[in-house]
């Protein structure tokens, strides 16, 4: 007996071809190009205009900045003098605090860390010297003193 297909083979072998045929899909439009959009010559004055106005405006923080900053180094002191010319002195940094391992017990050149209490071993360098912890990466700055 004999099975007879649903399709016949010739509309199989189309619909293969037609599957295995890649979809070309149509490119989209491209974006306006603000570079190749025209601008009449009475918005180009305007265009034109309104940088100058901000130009000048601009000039003119400046000059205030700097007259403040002016007005500033002459400061008329009590007995009627001004004080000028000489730049304030720069408060002083406070230094950073750098924190120091501790030594952990019957175990020599192991030290815990400081910020984090995991052991880190130190054999080998020298008291007072600055380590990074291996914990964490050097961009974080973490750094400690040996004991």
Known sequence: MK????????????????????????????PDDPAQRTVSAEEQQKIKERREKLKEEQAAADRDRAGD???????ERPDGTTAGGGD???????????????????????VFSPFNNK????????????VYDPHYPQSENKKFRVP
């Open 3 to 30: 099975l007879r297909s649903i399709f016949p083979v010739s509309a199989f072998i189309a619909f293969a071809a037609m599957s295995c045929t890649p979809y070309v899909e149509p490119a989209p439009d491209a």
């Open 69 to 75: 900053q002016t007005a500033d180094k002459l400061k």
């Open 88 to 110: 304030t002195p720069k408060p002083k940094e406070q230094p950073v605090s750098i924190p120091v391992a501790h030594p952990i017990p019957g175990k020599p050149g192991m």
């Open 119 to 130: 052991p880190v071993d130190v054999k080998g360098i020298p008291s007072g010297k600055l």
